[in-house]
DNA sequence: GTCTATAAAGCGATAGAC
DNA sequence: GTCTATCGCTTTATAGAC
């Protein structure tokens, strides 16, 4: 044949899967751990075991492209795992099955409070600025989508805002919280608290 | 014995105030927007007005010493204006007003959302390791002082502990929220709400 | 006490060999 | 596609004039 390179044969999940979207969860910890100015081309290289011009051909917009890509990527695994999920969540219980869901994807996500969030990270310092869209966008389509669930969950408007930002500064808060002490138990039980309360509060 | 440890002179308050503590707000700023390794000596030049002679002069042990001073600086303030007065609240009724006490002073602090914890700015990434005792410190702390008031308001201990953690959570998270969307007002509401329903299931 | 000058290292980014 | 070498700039920190 005249070309055998894509010839994919028949495994369905068989995704060649460029070594740029391989690099990204690698970029993504050193981001979460150092911030994106603390993110310095020599620990990417270290931690990525690539070459600056290897670097640099994958992501030929530098340090800006990569914290891009990162952000990219976070979010498409929040719109498929949690934010998605809850937008179909049906009605009453259904809508908070959808719920139930998203804690149990944000704990398992965050590794029960070991790994932060990388969006909050950003959020907190002036290099927001750069990204702030991605970061906005972040927190208003979880709260969208959060916040519909609860209305089809049986609340009313008010108390569904409010459990909305409650709930998604009780986890960001965590977050903070546990790292700060040096506590990754602090998050799991914060969360679970949350999720007993409202369904305690439940329609 | 009467009081004459307060009783230094006659002036009460002409302190003369060193360069050193008059920069640590300055410092405290720029910390806060840029996080530490963001904040270059050429940001601190800038917004102090100084020279690198001078800040070195002022801070012979550089960015580090900076950082620290800044760190003491907050923790002793938030000893002052919330933690003793929280930990001095009476019993009963008297606890609850502390706690209403603090979450006046913690809006005030945090400029209604205006602006971040350099604590929580410092504990999400890496550089907490290098002040890791200061920044566990400032929320055991708080912790300790408000797990202690809410149990002199007459909450069993493990209602009193879960507080704890969701208000502190609670205001971090609400920090990290209302910068994240550019919107303070989230983080006034959260305290609002925080603090209602902890009076509503009060004892 | 504040400054400028400068050292020495690190930074992001680019060029070009292979 | 990955590398090394290097540019130009910025970084922290020091030295020394005033």
Redesign the interface.
Same mark, same amino acid.
């Given at each position: 044949m005249t070309d055998a390179t894509t010839a994919t044969t028949a495994a369905p999940a068989a995704k060649p899967l460029s070594q740029r979207e391989e690099l990204i969860p690698v970029l993504a910890e050193i981001f979460?751990?150092?911030?994106?100015?603390?993110a310095s081309l020599a620990r990417i290289t270290e931690g990525s075991g690539l070459g600056k011009g290897s670097l640099y051909y994958l992501f030929p917009g530098g340090k800006d492209e990569m914290a891009n890509a990162v952000l990219s990527h976070i979010d498409g695994w929040f719109q498929r795992e949690v934010f998605i999920p809850l937008r179909e969540s049906g009605e009453g219980e259904d809508a908070m099955a959808g719920i139930d869901h998203m804690f149990r994807e944000v704990k398992r996500y965050f590794l029960s409070g070991r790994k932060?969030c990388l969006?909050?990270?950003f959020?907190?310092?002036?290099?927001?600025d750069r990204f702030?869209d991605k970061?906005?966008d972040?927190?208003?389509d979880w709260?969208a989508a959060l916040n519909d669930a609860l209305l089809r969950s049986g609340r009313d408007v008010d108390d569904a805002a409010?459990w909305t930002?409650?709930i998604?500064?009780? %986890?960001?808060?965590?977050? *903070?919280?546990a &790292?700060? %002490?040096?506590d990754p138990a *602090?998050f799991v &039980?914060?969360l679970d608290?949350l999720q007993q309360r409202l369904q305690a509060t439940g329609a």
């Open positions: 979460r751990a150092h911030g994106y100015e603390g932060v969006i909050g990270v959020a907190l310092v002036n290099v927001r702030a970061v906005k972040y927190f208003v709260a409010g930002e409650e998604l500064a009780g %986890i960001q808060g965590a977050l *903070v919280l &790292r700060a %002490i040096d *602090v &039980r914060t608290r």
